[in-house]
């Protein structure tokens, strides 16, 4: 009888567990980060962001999110540089920068 089938058996839990564990910490460090970048914003315009990026002349739905807001203060100027924020979300233009996670 082969002990590899026995030791793959034993080790799979721990593995999915030190997996588990790697993501929480990621999870919790992009929380942290977001955190951060929220009270930064707000040091500089005595204010968090509003929901949408405000432009009058797109419809709410169609406006950028108050995530774009942060970009520059999470180390993404070079991202929100390429952002033009006059077009809504959804415009075929802005489909790579969508596509970033």
Request: charged share 20%; proline share 8%.
């Amino acid at each position: 009888m082969s002990t590899a089938p026995i030791l793959i058996a034993l080790l799979l839990p721990a593995v999915q567990q030190a997996r588990e564990a790697a993501r929480r910490t990621q999870s919790k460090n992009n929380l942290k980060q977001l955190a951060l970048a929220m009270h930064n914003y707000h040091d500089v315009y005595s204010h968090f962001p509003r929901g949408t990026v405000d432009k009058p002349d797109l419809p709410v739905e169609k406006r950028m999110s108050w995530v774009v807001s942060l970009l520059p203060f999470m180390e993404q100027s070079a991202m929100y540089n390429q952002i033009d924020q006059n077009k809504p979300w959804d415009d075929p233009s802005l489909a790579m920068i969508r596509n970033v996670t």
